[in-house]
């Protein structure tokens, strides 16, 4: 079972507790209306489902109910970080080092 970090709660708790809310710092578009179908069906299904360091968006659903962003190995499941949203992107040397 995968244990998870609540950068807001401050407790690491088993996956049950969150649900995972897609790829994080995905710049969204200020008037989607502005945009090509194409560039609206990239927006919405293309991500670069990266094999390794992956950044992504989480919700503790059952506490405090916020989202908050991960830094998670996608070959071996290993969360190396949380961090609240809003927040820039870690420097994965930074993440790297405290592993």
Not at 14 to 27: K, M, T
Not at 63 to 71: E, I, L, M, S
């Amino acid at each position: 079972m995968l244990m998870i970090h609540c950068p807001y709660c401050d407790e690491t708790l088993p996956e049950l507790e969150f649900a995972y809310a897609g790829e994080a710092h995905i710049v969204r578009p200020a008037d989607p209306s502005t945009l090509t179908d194409e560039e609206w069906r990239d927006f919405l299904f293309i991500r670069t489902n990266a094999r390794g360091t992956h950044y992504e968006r989480w919700r503790h659903v059952h506490g405090c109910a916020r989202f908050f962003n991960a830094v998670r190995d996608t070959v071996s499941d290993k969360f190396l970080m949380t961090y609240k949203a809003g927040e820039p992107r870690p420097d994965l040397s930074d993440v790297e080092a405290g592993t």
